[in-house]
């Protein structure tokens, strides 16, 4: 077996219409297809950073992919450390940034 490529005309599969959704994240208003995990939807509609590293507050978002890095880690409808390349968005979820302070050393 060879790999080949099909041209999307020709694919005798053909992608069928996803039912649409709507969610939003940080505030702002995120249209999407039923099926697409939550980092598809952010990346889908163009963003592609949701939260910052503790120390030295680097952009973080999508990296691994298949939840193992947790670096992708969103609050979705108030349940915090979702791995949002995990979780499959649902119609009117309400996605946030997760922002955690390093916990203070006591001494």
Do not use: Y
């Not at 080949?4 to 069928?16: F, T, V, W």
């Not at 963003?47 to 969103?74: A, E, K």
């Not at 996605?95 to 006591?106: F, G, T």
């Amino acid at each position: 077996m060879t790999a080949r490529l099909i041209r999307a005309e020709d694919d005798p599969i053909e992608r069928r219409a996803a039912a649409r959704l709507t969610a939003t994240f940080d505030g702002k208003h995120l249209e999407g297809e039923a099926g697409q995990t939550v980092a598809g939807l952010l990346l889908a509609n163009g963003i592609d950073s949701w939260r910052t590293t503790s120390v030295n507050g680097r952009p973080r978002g999508l990296f691994c992919g298949i939840g193992v890095c947790f670096d992708c880690i969103v609050t979705v409808n108030d349940e915090r450390d979702v791995r949002a390349c995990q979780r499959r968005v649902q119609d009117g979820d309400v996605v946030c940034p997760q922002h955690d302070e390093l916990p203070e050393v006591k001494h």
